[in-house]
């Protein structure tokens, strides 16, 4: 293991952490309360989901990286497809569900969107990286 890779996940376990308390936050609201207690999964349950997921990828790009540099963008883009499927299955039920304001489909998506970012982030770095 390399301290590249800890410091990568320490930095996205950082961002997640503040995210996911600001999420928390913003179901206090009143109205978005009473949405969020029928939520199928817990908000932190989904960040967690994609923290896992964001994990395995990073390690799987720095180990990459290590070995044949020049494959970083094609394993990045196969994982995350990867990512999408997966996320796919695990959001299933919700996108069942026929509700009025569609608050956890949304929440999800943001949330999915927001790894996405950090993924594309740490990736970038690694291909800018001077062999």
Not at 13 to 35: E, T
Not at 52 to 59: A, D, R
């Given at each position: ?18 995210c996911l ?48 540099p020049s ?61």
């Amino acid at each position: 293991m390399n301290k590249d890779f800890f410091a990568a996940l320490l930095k996205m376990a950082g961002i997640a952490a503040v995210c996911l308390i600001v999420n928390l936050l913003v179901y206090l609201v009143p109205d978005l309360q009473q949405q969020a207690a029928t939520f199928t999964y817990p908000v932190a349950i989904v960040y967690l989901l994609f923290f896992g997921f964001s994990g395995i990828i990073l390690f799987a790009l720095h180990q990459i990286a290590k070995t044949s540099p020049s494959q970083v963008g094609y394993v990045f883009l196969g994982l995350t497809s990867l990512k999408a499927v997966g996320s796919y299955f695990f959001i299933k039920p919700v996108l069942a569900k026929t509700v009025s304001f569609p608050t956890e489909k949304l929440n999800f998506f943001v949330i999915f969107m927001l790894f996405l970012f950090i993924e594309a982030y740490f990736t970038a770095i690694l291909l800018n990286k001077k062999q």
